[in-house]
């Protein structure tokens, strides 16, 4: 009797792509391939059951990782870029200081390669992801009555896990998309990478460049200041990469589902395929419903992400366009760049549920050059001492009251501590008389 009965049997390496005489496929090399996907199958459910929270991170991460190290063949590594990064943010920094009164934010310069992008910005996406897959993943259940709740049990538990590795796969491949495609840290708008590390993704930007006609040390120095601009606002106005973040968060928390596409959703989903669940996921079936609430942080959002591009497009280019011929040419390339988008903002748009673009840089822009003009640069980058103060959406359909408003000085009619003063000197408001309650009393 042989070892391995019914004719199963480990496969032979030398029977490797070999047909059957039949004309049919080698049944080794068709057993080999079913035993490759049931091993695949394993790895997937065991990292679905160490996984927690709404989102399997470590699937997300390892796709993510996989998709980028078949990519990269002839990339150069992160070292053989880090002297020019560095060079160039120098250089960045030195044309920086004359336009702004911002010092330098960045304590630490670094190459990345895309894998390293990943690394360092997986803490920062989690953040922006949770709320909205805590969301979408409770509607799950919330939508289910009280009977089949009870009556499923533990598989409510294993729908979770499925959820959480669709939600992982589809931001795995988004992550893999845009670390092939940003150029630095700050490319999207957001702090997404450590405080105070500037960083430049220099085989992308080697890509970036074959298309531009300019040198490619033209182009890091000019990305270098971008970046440069980005990290002092960042670092010296403490508020802010708190207020981004919470504000995705707050739009993210306005979240409804449509319970009704759950219902069709569930006649479409097999529990024992992913692949479907990320279908239906993919689908747009459950595309949040915008709300009220979400409209008004959205509102916030984007004119705050206009604001910050606006203010880096006109520090930037102050400080380098009498210095690099191209400078013009580049900052038109990614405003195009960045209007247009791409798969990959298209699949996080999908994730988070809005898009990272903001839409009135122009507007921003117009209105910080207005004040600068103006006022100055003390005056102009002031503004950002308190977020109270800076401008709103209504601000930039009317730039130029609000560059008024700044460099006004304030009067006694503005001081509400000084009017009530003038009243009670006038008599129209005399303060009150403290024998009148006691006579009350009385």
Known sequence: MTEFPFGFGPPNPDDRGKKDPSGGENPAEAFNQLGQMLSQLGQMLSQAGTASGPVNYDLAKQIAMQRLTSSDVGFKTSTEYQGAVTDAMHLAELWLDPATILPA???????????????????????????????????????????????????????????GMAFGSQLGNALAQLASEVLTSTDIGLPLGPPATAALLGANIEEFTKGLERPNSEVMVFLAAREA?????????????????????????????????????????DLANPQSIEEVMRSGMLEPQT?????????????????????????????????L????????????????????????????????????????????????????LEARDGIWAHPDLVPTAEDLD???????????????EDDPIAALEREAESGENPPPDPNKNDDKQD
Not at 306 to 314: C, D, F, S
Request: a positive charge.
């Open 398 to 412: 009317d730039p130029m009251d609000f560059a008024e408003r700044t460099g006004r000085k304030p009067t006694l």
């Open 105 to 163: 934010g960045a304590t630490t310069v670094k190459s990345w390669t895309p894998r390293d992008w990943v690394e360092n910005t997986l803490s920062t996406w989690q953040r922006l992801c949770d709320p909205v897959a805590r969301r979408v993943s409770g509607a799950w259940v919330d939508a289910l009555p009280a009977e089949a709740k009870q009556a499923a049990g533990p598989l409510l538990s294993m729908v979770g896990q499925m959820g």
């Open 325 to 376: 011929p191209g400078a013009d040419a580049l900052r038109e390339t990614l405003r195009r760049r960045r209007a247009s988008g791409g798969p990959a903002e298209q699949t996080f748009a999908t994730l988070v549920g809005l898009e990272l673009r903001p839409r009135r840089h122009r507007a921003a822009a117009a209105l910080w050059r207005l004040v600068g003009d103006q006022h100055g």
């Open 229 to 269: 601009a980005h990290q002092r606002l960042f670092a010296h106005v403490p508020w802010l990469r708190q207020r981004l973040l919470a504000t995705v968060e707050e739009f993210a928390s306005g979240i409804r589902v449509d319970t009704s596409a759950l219902e069709q959703m569930a006649t479409q989903v």
């Open 291 to 323: 709300t009220p609430e979400q409209k008004t942080a959205l509102t916030r959002l984007e004119t705050l992400l206009a604001l910050v591009e606006g203010w880096v497009a006109v520090v930037v280019g102050d400080a380098v366009s009498d210095r």
